[in-house]
């Protein structure tokens, strides 16, 4: 039913810019909590940002002041704003959703929380 798309992941020098993209559907755009997760082999999926059906938003003190989340309810489409990306932001990059319920759910919630996931798309930062 629920169907995630990302997709923008690309191997960057560091310093780069890059724009990471899951497509959804409207009632998952719209209503959904949404977040990014990110996830290097070895270690534990983290979130990087989310953002609720208010558009309130939450981003990783790693990535504050460099990653925006933001999403755009005409076109359906939860954005990641990458900026100054560096080798320690490397990793597969996860779009994931989750029924609307409370807002510290949302904004507090980690992996377990998120009900819906999608495949992830690469994200390689290297000289």
């Known amino acids: 039913q629920v169907r995630l798309a990302e997709s923008g992941g690309a191997s960057v020098q560091p310093g780069a810019s890059l724009r990471l993209s899951c497509a959804a559907s409207?009632?998952?755009?719209?209503?959904?909590?949404m977040a990014w997760f990110r996830q290097v082999p070895g270690a534990e999926r983290e979130k990087v940002a989310n953002?609720?059906?208010?558009?309130?938003?939450y981003h990783s003190k790693s990535v504050q002041g460099r990653f925006i989340i933001s999403k755009d309810k005409v076109n359906n489409i939860l954005y990641l704003e990458m900026k100054n990306l560096n080798p320690e932001d490397t990793a597969m990059y996860f779009c994931?959703?989750?029924?609307?319920?409370?807002?510290?759910?949302?904004?507090?919630?980690?992996?377990?929380?998120?009900?819906?996931w999608g495949q992830g798309t690469q994200v390689t930062v290297s000289s």
């Open positions: 994931a959703a989750d029924p609307p319920t409370t807002w510290s759910r949302c904004m507090e919630g980690g992996r377990s929380e998120f009900a819906y």
């Open positions: 409207q009632e998952i755009i719209s209503d959904y909590c």
């Open positions: 953002i609720n059906q208010w558009s309130w938003t």
